[in-house]
C-alpha cells in the first residue's frame, strides 16, 4: 500500500518524528535505552495492529512507514484499506522483523494512527448524519500545525472533502477583512481586482448577501445562521454560487442543517476535537 500525497513529505515527517522521540541533538540523546538494554539486537518479534474500537481505518501505511525507517527489511502485510470502516477487534497491520526497530517504531506509529483514525472515524458520523440531503461536509483549517496534509486526508477518507488548503490557494473573506474595506463587496471587490479566482465571501446577515455576489464573491459561507434564515439564504443565492454553512455544527444540528439546500456543511471540530481511536499493538517473539 503507497502513501502519496501532494505536498506532504512522508520521509521527512517519519524522520522528524523518530528523531524528536529520540531525543537526537539532546545530551544522551540518539538512542531508545530500554529498547538497546533490554532487546538482544538480533532478535525478532511479529506483531498486530488491531483496533479495540469500531473506526474508519486512516494512516496505515504511514504507520508501515515507521517501522521500515528503522527496520527496511521488515515484513508488513496491509490487513485492512484506509477508508474502510471495520469493526472492533479488527486486525488492521501484521509486522515480523527486528524487535528493537518494532518497539522503537511503535509508539510514533500508533499516535499516527490512532489520530488519523480517530478524525477519520469522527467525519464518517457526521456524513451519516446528514442522511440523504445530498450536502457535502467540509473540513477547516483548525488543524494542528504541521499536520494539516495529515488532518486533511484523514478527513478524506471519512467521507469529507477538503476545504481550501491554506491561505494561498482561495481567499476567504471574514469580519475583520470587512471591517478594514468598509464593507463586504468592497472586500470582496478588492480580492477580484487583485486577481483572485476563487473568492469566498462569509456573511453572517441576510442583506449580505446580494453585495457580495455583485461584488463577485464566487461562494458564500453562511456563518451561524439558524435553520429558517439558511433557507432563506439558499433562496435569495438561488444557485448563483455554492452556499456553505457553517458555525456551531454538532452531530445534533448537521442534519437539520443540510436539509436546507446549501451545498455544503464545514465543520472545524472534525481536526480540531476528535479523539484518538484506540488501537493497539501486540508483540511476539519469533
Known amino acids: 500500500m503507497g502513501f502519496d500525497l501532494t505536498g506532504f513529505d512522508c520521509d521527512a515527517f517519519v524522520r522528524a518524528t523518530l528523531e524528536e ?13 530500554t529498547a538497546d538494554s533490554v532487546i538482544p539486537a538480533d532478535a525478532r518479534f511479529s506483531g498486530v495492529m488491531d483496533s479495540r474500537d469500531a473506526i474508519v481505518v486512516a494512516g496505515l501505511p504511514i504507520a508501515a512507514a515507521f517501522f521500515r525507517a528503522l527496520d527496511p527489511a521488515m515484513e508488513i502485510a496491509f490487513l485492512a484499506q484506509e477508508g474502510q470502516a471495520v469493526p ?22 500508533l499516535n499516527t494512527v490512532q489520530h488519523l483514525s480517530g478524525i477519520a472515524t469522527m467525519t464518517r458520523a457526521y456524513v451519516e448524519a446528514m442522511g440523504e440531503s445530498g450536502c457535502i461536509l467540509l473540513d477547516t483549517r483548525k488543524t494542528i500545525p504541521g499536520l494539516r496534509h495529515l488532518e486533511k486526508y484523514a478527513t478524506r477518507m471519512g467521507g469529507a472533502q477538503n476545504h481550501r488548503m491554506g491561505l494561498w490557494d482561495a481567499a476567504m473573506i471574514k469580519d475583520n477583512h470587512v471591517l478594514v474595506a468598509g464593507d463586504v463587496g468592497e472586500a470582496v ?11 469566498i465571501c462569509e456573511v453572517d446577515r441576510i442583506d449580505q448577501i446580494e453585495p457580495a455576489l455583485t461584488a463577485g464573491a464566487s461562494h458564500l459561507l453562511l456563518d451561524n445562521m439558524d435553520v429558517p434564515t439558511l433557507r432563506e439564504a439558499v433562496a435569495l443565492v438561488a444557485g448563483r454560487v455554492p452556499t456553505e454553512a457553517s458555525g456551531g455544527i454538532d ?11 446549501v451545498t455544503y456543511v464545514s465543520v472545524g471540530r472534525l481536526t480540531q476535537s476528535a479523539p484518538a481511536a484506540d488501537i493497539g499493538l501486540d508483540f511476539t517473539p519469533l
Open 21 to 33: 522521540d529520540l531525543g537526537v541533538g539532546l545530551p544522551g540523546g540518539g538512542q531508545d535505552v
Open 88 to 109: 472492533a477487534g479488527t486486525h488492521l497491520l501484521h509486522l515480523s522483523g527486528n524487535a528493537r526497530a518494532m518497539l522503537t517504531a511503535e509508539r510514533s506509529a
Open 189 to 199: 471587490r478588492r480580492a477580484r481586482a487583485a486577481g483572485v479566482a476563487n473568492v
Open 251 to 261: 452531530l445534533t444540528t448537521i442534519g437539520a442543517k443540510a436539509a436546507t439546500g
